[in-house]
């Protein structure tokens, strides 16, 4: 039986009777990077690009018990989930879940399917319920629209959705690669906003307007013949510039809704100086924001476009360097859960260089 060290540097104590029992579940946050069609003339809309990222994990454990017992954070958010799976077992037995890291709510990172995934997953295995991602997400309500979220659970990387049709559960998966290890992404967070979730962004998406056929056929354009094969050929500026064309075409669609193409004025003002001072095209916003992100071909540069944002602080703005990741959710069993108080991942300090 393996050890597991989690992201934060805890390592889940061996149990020494029972072990079986204890199922710990890291899962990975998510950028959303875009939409390839919010036109559906073809009969399917939306066709999500996301990318899985490290460093700001849901972190959940669970292990049988004999009632129902919730500790950690997002208590009010983890019932309901838990009901559905003793729901779903017969509802003869109890679940103890510990709900240890999240990443922060609202701010576009997918943290609400991460949690939702993470507590299905590890309740699942502590009451022996043989159930997929995807079906775990039918069952906790996730991938409404988007199924980047998902697919970053099953297995990172940067992944592209074929959105939903008529008769989808949950949106396919028609590409996943892995991302270029070097690569880093700076990520630019703004105390002071949020981003559309819940009714909120429904009522946002039942008002917009349908997307024009060709603007639509630009993005999906760009990224079937773009942004792709710049992955695949670990092509950094090619990435960079199809990225920015995504994003100022999504933007320029969702900026009635969100107040200009960036929810954060000062995110968006952030990042384009932070891209001419660095001359690094790959600038935008994940989901409904606020987080923005800027892509950096190597760790060297991120550490000076993170040293760089240590001027807008005082306005409320702060940064982490995160690095994809090309696995998905990180399960393990027969360990207790990790020790000390719950915590929402927000961003770490950047260490300067020397």
């Known amino acids: 039986m393996s050890r597991l060290t989690t992201h934060t540097g805890r390592a889940p104590r061996l149990i020494h009777t029972h072990a079986e029992q204890g199922h710990f579940v ?14 559906g003339g073809l009969g399917r809309r939306f066709g999500s690009i996301g990318l899985a990222i490290g460093g700001l994990d849901a972190e ?13 954070l997002a208590r ?3 019932e309901p989930i838990a009901r559905r799976l003793l729901a779903l077992a017969g509802g003869a037995r109890g679940l103890h879940l510990v709900t240890h890291a999240l990443p922060p709510a609202h701010v576009g990172l997918g943290s609400g399917t991460q949690l939702a995934l993470a507590l299905a997953a590890a309740g699942a295995g502590a009451l022996d319920l043989a159930h997929s991602a995807r079906e775990l997400a039918v069952l906790v309500g996730r991938g ?4 980047i979220g998902i697919a970053a659970f099953e297995a990172g990387g940067f992944i592209v959705d074929g959105g939903r049709g008529p008769a989808s559960t949950t949106p396919p998966v028609l590409a996943r690669l892995n991302f270029p290890a070097a690569w880093r992404c700076v990520l630019l967070f703004d105390d002071h906003a949020q981003g559309l979730s819940g009714a909120p962004e429904r009522a946002a998406f039942a008002t917009l307007p349908t997307m024009s056929a060709t603007r639509a056929g630009r993005l999906a354009r760009t990224v079937l013949m773009g942004l792709l094969p710049a992955v695949a050929e670990e092509d950094f500026r090619a ?3 199809h990225l920015a064309q995504i994003q100022i075409l999504i933007g320029g669609y969702f900026a009635p809704k969100q107040g200009g193409i960036y929810t954060s004025a000062r995110v968006g003002a952030a990042l384009l100086e932070l891209s001419r001072t660095f001359g690094l095209p790959g600038i935008g916003q994940s989901s409904w924001g606020p987080t923005g992100f800027i892509f950096t071909p190597d760790p060297s540069v991120a550490q000076a476009v993170a040293a760089a944002c240590g001027q807008w602080v005082s306005a409320g703005l702060r940064c982490q360097i995160v690095t994809a990741t090309n696995v998905g959710a990180r399960r393990t069993r027969g360990v207790q859960p990790p020790a000390g108080e719950g915590q929402t991942q927000w961003p770490q300090p950047v260490r300067p260089r020397v």
């Open 26 to 39: 890291s899962a990975p946050a998510r950028l959303h990077l875009g939409f390839a069609d919010l036109n």
């Open 239 to 241: 990435f960079s510039v």
């Open 144 to 147: 409404e629209r988007s199924g």
């Open 60 to 72: 959940v454990w669970a292990a049988p018990a004999a009632a129902l017992r919730l500790e950690g």
């Open 76 to 78: 009010e958010r983890v």
